[in-house]
C-alpha cells in the first residue's frame, strides 16, 4: 500500500433539525457571526434556524445575503467589507456551494488580505475565521472541503483557492431544507457529487480512505441519480445529502480532475450549471478511461452495481437536451483545458486532442 496523509477536521452533525438541536455548539466560535447566503435560504428554512440557534446563544449577526451564483472576487470583498463594519468575528455559511466558497474566501481574505492581482496565486497562510457550514443543495460538498472556488475573469475560467483552515469548523447537514430545491437544481448538483466521488478515484492524488470514501457515496448516489429528476422523499433527499458529503470528504484528499478542469469553460462561457458541466463531460472521460484501461474503472462501475453503458445511459437521460456550443468553440475550451491543473492531476492525462473528444461527445450535434 502506498503511503498516504489524512485530514478533514472539520466535525460533522448530520441528522433532522441539527441546527438547532447543536446550534449551542456556535458559541465557540465568536460572539457576532456574518451569515454568509444566497436569497433562497430564507425560504428553505436555513436562515430561520440559524438566527434562531444564535439568539438562543446569546449571539448577534449580521446578513450577507448577496452572494451570486459563480461568485466572484468582488462578491467576495463585498462581504469583507461588511463583516468589518459590523465586527463580526465568525462566519456562518448558509447556502449551496456558491455562498460556502465565498464564506472560505472572506474568512480567509478577513486575516490576510492580498490585492486583486494575486488572490489566485496561492500560498495562503492556515489562518481563517472559524466558520459553521450549512449545506442546502446535495452536490459541492464544500462543507467538508478546503476548497473556495470563485470565478477568475483573468484566466477566464473558475480557479480554486486553498489552505487547510478553509474547512469548516462545524458542519450541520438536513435534508429538510433541499425540500423544495427545483429539479434543475437537484439533478446539477446530484451529478456535482457523482462527479466528485468518480473523478476522486480517477485522480493520482486518490488515496486507500478517499477510496473508501468514494465508493460508499457512489453506492449511495448512484441509485438515487436516476431518482432526482421525480419529487423525491426526505430520506432520498438525505441519501443525496449524505452521498454529496462523502464525495467531499474524497476531492478534500484527491481533488478534483479532467472533468472538472473542463467544466469551468462550460459554466464561464456559457453559464452551464457547474454540476451539468461535469456530467456533460463525464461519459466521454469514462470511455476514454475504459481505453486506456485505467484501473480505478472497475472498481468504480462496481461501487455503482452497474456497468460502463448502464452508467452512460443513466447520465445521458438526466442531460436531456444539449446546448448548442459551436465546435471551434469546443477547440478553444480544450486549448485552454490543456494548461489546467486539474488535467495533471488525472490518473490518465488526456492529450489536446482526446480533451477535444470529450468535449465534441458531450454536444454530439457539433461537427469539427
Ligand atoms: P449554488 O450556485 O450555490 O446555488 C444554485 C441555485 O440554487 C441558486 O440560485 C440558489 O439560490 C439555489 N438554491 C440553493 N439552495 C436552495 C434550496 N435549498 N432551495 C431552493 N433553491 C436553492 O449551486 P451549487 O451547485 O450548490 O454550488 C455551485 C458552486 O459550488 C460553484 O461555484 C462550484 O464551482 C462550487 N463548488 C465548490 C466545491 C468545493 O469543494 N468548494 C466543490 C464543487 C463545486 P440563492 O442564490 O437564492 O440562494
Ligand atoms: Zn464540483
Redesign the pocket.
Known amino acids: 500500500m502506498n503511503a498516504f496523509a489524512y485530514y478533514m477536521p472539520t466535525e460533522v452533525f448530520f441528522g433532522r433539525d441539527c441546527v438547532i438541536q447543536q446550534g449551542a455548539r456556535l458559541k465557540e466560535l465568536g460572539s457576532h457571526a456574518l451569515i454568509v447566503?444566497?436569497?433562497?435560504?430564507a425560504?428553505?428554512g436555513?436562515l430561520g434556524d440559524v438566527l434562531a440557534a444564535l439568539e438562543a446563544n446569546g449571539q448577534t449577526a449580521t446578513v450577507f445575503d448577496r452572494?451570486?451564483?459563480?461568485?466572484t472576487v468582488a462578491c467576495v470583498r463585498e462581504g469583507v467589507a461588511l463583516l468589518r463594519a459590523a465586527g463580526a468575528d465568525f462566519i456562518v455559511a448558509a447556502?449551496?456551494?456558491?455562498?460556502?466558497?465565498a464564506a472560505?474566501a472572506i474568512a480567509t481574505l478577513a486575516v490576510q488580505d492580498r490585492p486583486d492581482g494575486e488572490i489566485f496565486a496561492g500560498g495562503y497562510a492556515a489562518e481563517a475565521l472559524p466558520m459553521a457550514h450549512i449545506p442546502?443543495?446535495a452536490?459541492?460538498?464544500?462543507e467538508v472541503?478546503p476548497?473556495?472556488?470563485l470565478t477568475n475573469d483573468e484566466k477566464q475560467t473558475?480557479t480554486?483557492i486553498t489552505s487547510p483552515a478553509m474547512f469548516p469548523r462545524l458542519a450541520f447537514l438536513d435534508g429538510k431544507?433541499?425540500e423544495?430545491?427545483?429539479v434543475a437544481?437537484t439533478v446539477?448538483?446530484a451529478l456535482?457529487a457523482f462527479s466528485?466521488a468518480v473523478e476522486g478515484m480517477l485522480s493520482r492524488r486518490a488515496t486507500p480512505v478517499s477510496d473508501a470514501l468514494a465508493m460508499e457515496s457512489l453506492r449511495v448516489l448512484y441509485p438515487l441519480l436516476s431518482r432526482t429528476a421525480g419529487a423525491l422523499t426526505l430520506a432520498e433527499r438525505d441519501g443525496l445529502l449524505y452521498g454529496s458529503m462523502l464525495a467531499?470528504m474524497t476531492?478534500a484528499q484527491s481533488g478534483t480532475t479532467a472533468v472538472h478542469g473542463m467544466g469551468y469553460y462550460l459554466t464561464y462561457f456559457y453559464n452551464i450549471?457547474?454540476?451539468r458541466a461535469n456530467g456533460l463531460l463525464l461519459p466521454g472521460a469514462l470511455r476514454l478511461c475504459e481505453k486506456k484501461g485505467v484501473d480505478a474503472l472497475g472498481r468504480i462501475l462496481s461501487a455503482c452495481g452497474d456497468t460502463l453503458d448502464g452508467v452512460c445511459s443513466v447520465l445521458d437521460t438526466l442531460l436531456g437536451k444539449r446546448e448548442d456550443i459551436p465546435a471551434e468553440r469546443l477547440a478553444d475550451f480544450a486549448r485552454r483545458a490543456m494548461g489546467n491543473k486539474n488535467i495533471r492531476k488525472s490518473a490518465y492525462e488526456p492529450t489536446e486532442e482526446e480533451v477535444l473528444g470529450i468535449y465534441m461527445g458531450a454536444f454530439p450535434g457539433q461537427k469539427s
Open positions: 447566503t444566497g436569497r433562497s435560504s425560504k428553505n436555513a452572494v451570486m451564483p459563480n461568485p447556502g449551496g456551494g456558491s455562498p460556502m466558497d472560505k442546502t443543495t452536490g459541492t460538498g464544500s472541503t476548497y473556495a472556488i473558475k480554486s431544507y433541499m423544495h430545491l427545483p437544481s446539477n448538483t456535482d466528485h467531499g476531492i450549471d457547474h454540476g
